[in-house]
């Protein structure tokens, strides 16, 4: 005849209530693996349905659940079934609501996260506390009788085989706690050299006293109680005082009358055991100090993204407790425009790639608005994926820096432009107050003759004109130099006319230059944009090199113009100064080209020049902020990263560029007509 518990395990009807489906999962898998058969259930309401719909051996219950918690969950299966055995399954209990469930009826509960070790060991006491509480049926005759008693014959022989090989500690003692039985494990734990020598003896002949005491007291008591001692973990010494981790289960053998005639006990060598799991709490805390001291924002997410934990730092930033956080999910903190983000992230992580960032905009409890960029991965047990932890930090003021620092690095692009804009326009000013004080002295010139004539009109109008006036109007002319002025005059109205038009052209590009900071993206002109930035620039390039501009027919590109022309212009007063370097101290100029074209959904815009190029070394630098290779007061560093951050960032572009030492550099910006609608931003998080 088998063991009745272990017939009973393979056969048990398990029902598990938690209202995670990751739990449940993960324990149908286990049990199911295990031969048992397991339903489950959401709620504490569905799972006493479940109950009225059939028969269960014991159930797994969740403790903190939403509408019936474990406790009135537990109560409404009893009241269906009072023999049916509960194990709560918390992550979160304290010690004194776990006592509080083991005595309104548990028989046990497990701690989340769980050991399969620990399950097997939760669901084999249940069910033996179930069969101990069963009513066995009568014998029917002798013959089974005797039957049965042959086979305890064989069961006995082979458990004393048994008994003597097994690693684990086993004894037999009397209702005076005196060994009766011992196997060699538990002698080697005495140490004696034989079983026989602990026959007859307690644990005071064995152990110090201290230690003894303890063992001969927790004995005496299940004698007179009857109740067994399961898994009870202590430290003893053994007989050579080396300090040990004990696991030792007794239960109190009884007669037919019921009463107790001694105890059979097995003990295990937890030692190593204990080393781990200390080692393992070190580890744990070690993280939970790093979790809750870390500076950034650190939460975890089941599947479902609803928040299983965030610490100090997040609910200093939304105002959230941790434990209120639990209650809640990241739908509910994340802006509705930035759901489809999350939903994205989650699908990347899941479809295995590693590097993935999350930006999104959350709601803090008191309303405010919170910008947040994270790095998510995947938490794996068992090697599935259970869930997803991020770090993440407040950018909330990012934006607006960004901002500051480009409108920062534009005022210094203007200052560093100024004489040179100053110097443009100078020049057509100058020659236009030339051409306006000789057409004023012009005029007075004109306007003597203009008397002489009137004069000399009035005189033939009276018959009074004589060869004298005649001839003073001619010594006028002459001395006004008439024609000169006739063929000079028309010249210096058209120059001032070009000198004015020059002026406007230049303060309407650096009108459109300096567009104020748009704070939304609109469309736009970009060769209009291209050929303000190449007017605003002149000075820079003029002197060293030509600028052969082939601007392709573009659509309206939705964007910053403002931050484009930035771009713009850093490309340019770069690839002026590259020339420089080659040109410098000879009457050569280099050549700059600037290319525009439309590719599909995309415009790409090519600035080259024919300067030094960049050296090998530098090629993966010229992205950093601060990295610079000009002479100090000439760069900051920042003109490239601004760039790049533009491009990349903002509008969801590429900036890329190939260089030839001594022979140039080409940048090529790459931008979305519509970035809403372009293929990178659908692979952005």
């Not at 179930?130 to 002798?142: D, I």
């Not at 700059?592 to 074209?597: D, L, P």
């Not at 890329?656 to 030492?661: N, Q």
Request: charged letters at 25%.
């Amino acid at each position: 005849m088998g063991d009745t518990s272990t017939a009973l395990a393979a056969s048990a009807t398990v029902l598990v209530i938690d209202d995670e489906p990751a739990v449940c999962t993960t324990l149908r898998e286990m049990l199911k693996a295990d031969g048992h058969a397991v339903v489950t259930a959401a709620s504490g309401k569905e799972g006493v349905g479940q109950l009225h719909r059939q028969h269960f051996d014991l159930a797994i219950v969740d403790l903190l659940m939403p509408e019936m918690n474990g406790l009135q969950t537990m109560a409404g299966l009893k009241e269906l079934d009072p023999e049916l055995e509960v194990i709560f399954l918390t992550g979160y209990a304290s010690v004194e609501t776990s006592v509080a469930a083991l005595k309104q009826g548990a028989c046990d509960y497990l701690l989340k996260p769980f050991t399969m070790m620990r399950v097997r060991s939760a669901i084999a006491r249940a069910l033996d506390l179930r069969r101990q509480n069963s009513h066995r049926e009568p014998l029917q005759n002798a013959e089974e009788l005797a039957r049965l008693v042959e086979e305890l014959a064989q069961e006995r022989d082979l458990l004393r085989i048994l008994m003597d090989n097994l690693p684990d500690a086993i004894y037999f003692k009397d209702s005076q706690c005196r060994f009766t039985r011992i196997n060699a494990a538990h002698a080697r734990l005495l140490g004696v050299a034989d079983s026989s020598e602990a026959i007859g003896k307690t644990d005071l002949d064995f152990f110090p006293r201290e230690d003894a005491q303890r063992f001969v007291a927790t004995e005496r008591n299940i004698i007179e109680t009857g109740r067994p001692l399961i898994g009870n973990l202590d430290r003893i010494s053994d007989a050579t005082g080396k300090p040990r981790w004990v696991s030792i289960t007794e239960v109190p053998v009884k007669d037919a009358q019921g009463r107790v005639t001694g105890i059979v006990g097995v003990a295990r060598d937890m030692t190593e055991w204990k080393a781990t799991v200390q080692e393992l709490r070190d580890r744990e805390e070690r993280y939970r100090e790093l979790f809750e001291n870390a500076s950034d924002v650190v939460y975890t997410t089941d599947l479902e993204a609803r928040i299983t934990s965030l610490n100090r730092a997040g609910e200093q930033i939304l105002g959230y407790t941790d434990e209120e956080a639990i209650q809640t999910d990241l739908w509910r903190l994340v802006v509705p425009k930035h759901w489809d983000r999350v939903k994205r992230c989650h699908a990347q992580l899941l479809a295995g790639e590693s590097d993935v960032r999350l930006e999104i905009e959350l709601t803090a409890k008191d309303g405010r608005l919170v910008m947040m960029e994270a790095n998510p991965r995947l938490i794996f047990k068992d090697r599935r994926p259970v869930g997803v932890q991020a770090i993440g930090r407040d950018i909330t003021g990012r934006d607006a820096a960004e901002v500051e620092l480009r409108h920062t690095q534009k005022m210094e692009s203007v200052g560093r432009l100024a004489s040179g804009i100053a110097h443009e326009i100078n020049t057509p000013i100058q020659f236009v107050g030339d051409n306006t004080r000789f057409l004023q002295e012009s005029f007075e010139s004109f306007q003597s003759i203009l008397s002489k004539y009137q004069e000399l009109r009035s005189a033939l109008a009276s018959g009074t004109a004589n060869p004298e006036l005649l001839a003073e109007v001619q010594r006028v002319e002459e001395e006004s130099d008439c024609a000169y002025l006739m063929g000079e005059v028309p010249q210096a109205l058209t120059q001032t006319l070009e000198g004015v038009d020059r002026v406007a052209t230049i303060v309407r590009a650096m009108k459109e230059f300096a567009h104020p900071e748009a704070k939304e993206m609109a469309a736009t002109d970009l060769n209009r944009a291209l050929q303000s930035t190449l007017t605003v620039a002149r000075n820079e390039w003029k002197y060293v090199a030509d600028v052969e501009a082939d601007f392709g027919d573009l659509p309206l590109v939705v964007c910053i113009v403002g931050d484009l022309n930035q771009v713009f212009l850093n490309l340019l007063v770069n690839a002026a100064h590259a020339i420089n370097e080659v040109v410098k101290g000879t009457f050569e100029k280099g050549k700059i080209r600037v290319r525009t074209r439309a590719e599909g959904t995309t415009v790409l815009v090519t600035i080259s020049d024919t300067g030094c190029g960049i050296p090998e070394a530098n090629r993966t630098k010229v992205f950093d902020p601060f990295f610079t290779t000009k002479e100090v007061g000439r760069g900051t560093g920042q003109g490239l990263a601004i760039s790049r951050s533009v491009v990349v960032d903002r509008h969801k572009g590429t900036l890329t560029f190939e260089s030839e030492l001594g022979k140039g550099t080409t940048f090529y910006v790459r931008l979305p007509i519509d970035p809403a609608e372009s293929s990178q931003e659908m692979k952005a998080p």
